[in-house]
């Protein structure tokens, strides 16, 4: 079955760097996401990585994935204030199904 | 370009009355989507239509909820009767079909649902 787990909360100061860690079951997930939801808004997506990659870097957001492992984390470099949200790990096949399943999601605080 | 519009953006019924919350997805993306996320919880996926056919919706409870998208491009879902537990807000998402390969699904605002 599909389970994705992601720890509940993360507390930085502004500037350090944040990880944000999921782990998932489906060792058939082609496509793992990352989204980020702000209080009474909706999910914009951050970034993605195919199944095949190892890292991928964009900006100040750096991916990590471990398929052995079933590990995938989010480095936020320099985090700002701006940054606290919540985060949420995806896996979906790709594809016409193209479902989502989504973690839990990790309450990021990012503290003065 | 303009993006998922959903609404009303907030509703308060009670148990047993009937909702109904409206999605225009983004121009020209044949895939919709409807998600229901409970307080502290992930998205979990009610349905998803690829045009105006149903693409996966093993996870909707059929006795009280259903979903159209009659002309591929609105969708409207519904509840009846609604209980305590479908407080949460639903979201509507799409994407651009791509015939198997990755595909960004764009989410609106949701619609926050209390049911008392």
């Known amino acids: 079955g599909e389970d994705v787990e992601q720890s509940l909360f993360l507390s930085v100061r502004e500037g350090d760097s944040s990880v944000i860690n999921c782990t998932y079951t489906d060792s058939s997930s082609t496509y793992l996401y990352w989204y980020k939801q702000e209080p009474g808004a909706g999910l914009q997506l951050l970034t993605y990585?195919?199944?095949?990659?190892d890292m991928k870097q964009d900006q100040r957001l750096t991916v990590l994935l471990n398929k052995k492992d079933k590990h995938l984390s989010l480095r936020i470099a320099d985090t700002q204030t701006g940054d606290s949200a919540i985060y949420f790990c995806?896996?979906?096949?790709?594809?016409?199904?193209?479902?989502?399943?989504f973690g839990t999601g990790t309450q990021l605080k990012v503290e003065l | 370009e303009a993006g998922v519009a959903q609404s009303p953006r907030y509703k308060i019924i009670e148990k047993r009355q009937s909702v109904a919350f409206w999605c225009n997805p983004i121009s020209g993306h044949a895939t919709l989507y409807w998600y229901q996320q409970i307080l502290g919880q992930g998205p979990k996926l009610l349905i998803q239509f690829q045009n105006n056919g149903v693409v996966d919706d093993s996870q909707l409870p059929k006795d009280r909820f259903s979903a159209e998208r009659l002309k591929g491009v609105d969708s409207t879902l519904k509840i009846q009767p609604a209980k305590l537990e479908d407080s949460a807000v639903y979201l509507c998402a799409s994407s651009l079909y791509r015939g198997g390969f990755q595909e960004t699904q764009y989410f609106g605002p949701g619609t926050r649902l209390l049911v008392l």
């Open positions: 995806a896996e979906s096949m790709g594809g016409g199904g193209n479902k989502l399943t």
């Open positions: 990585i195919f199944s095949n990659m």
